[in-house]
């Protein structure tokens, strides 16, 4: 039975080289920043994430969508349900989709915020993959129709 402190949620970033990763407070209100994952496919990055599900005992996975700015999915919308649908063959937990449009952006000016520069060695290191995926969760923890939809 979930309580109201259990309700710990996952995010994701996907990316071809680096995947941010994001998990919520135990009552499912703020995200922040977890981990970032490096995987050659989307098969062994599904993987690497499952194997995540032991230490952080998510109730549900809420993936960055990069739908385009006229509402319309183009191809990187299609690499994110071909992962999605990777990550499905391994869980059975709900898997929401959650616009990601400007998160790197949002992100770049977070790490601008701490007064520091957003280097080639921060990018390498996946930073801004992890803040991305918080950024993309803490919009799906916030959005108030989400409750609907669980």
């Keep these: 039975m979930t309580t109201n402190f259990d309700k710990t949620y996952l995010g994701i970033d996907y990316g071809d080289k680096r995947t941010g990763l994001a998990i919520s407070d135990a009552g499912g209100t703020l995200a922040g920043s977890y981990k970032t994952i490096q995987a050659s496919s989307l098969k062994s990055c599904a993987v ?11 109730v549900g996975i809420v993936v960055g969508y990069p739908v385009a700015v006229d509402g319309g999915a183009g191809e990187r919308c ?11 063959k391994l869980t059975e937990l ?15 000016e977070v790490i601008h915020a701490h007064g520091k520069k957003v280097t080639r060695k ?28 669980e």
């Design 48 to 58: 690497l994430i499952k194997q995540e599900f032991a230490e952080i005992q998510p």
């Design 78 to 88: 299609e690499v994110v349900d071909m992962f999605i649908a990777e990550l499905s």
């Design 94 to 108: 709900p898997i929401y989709r959650q616009q990601e449009r400007g998160t790197t952006k949002a992100a770049q």
């Design 122 to 149: 921060r990018k390498k290191s996946g930073a801004l993959d992890q803040i991305a995926a918080a950024l993309i969760l803490q919009r799906w923890l916030d959005d108030p129709q989400r409750e609907s939809s």
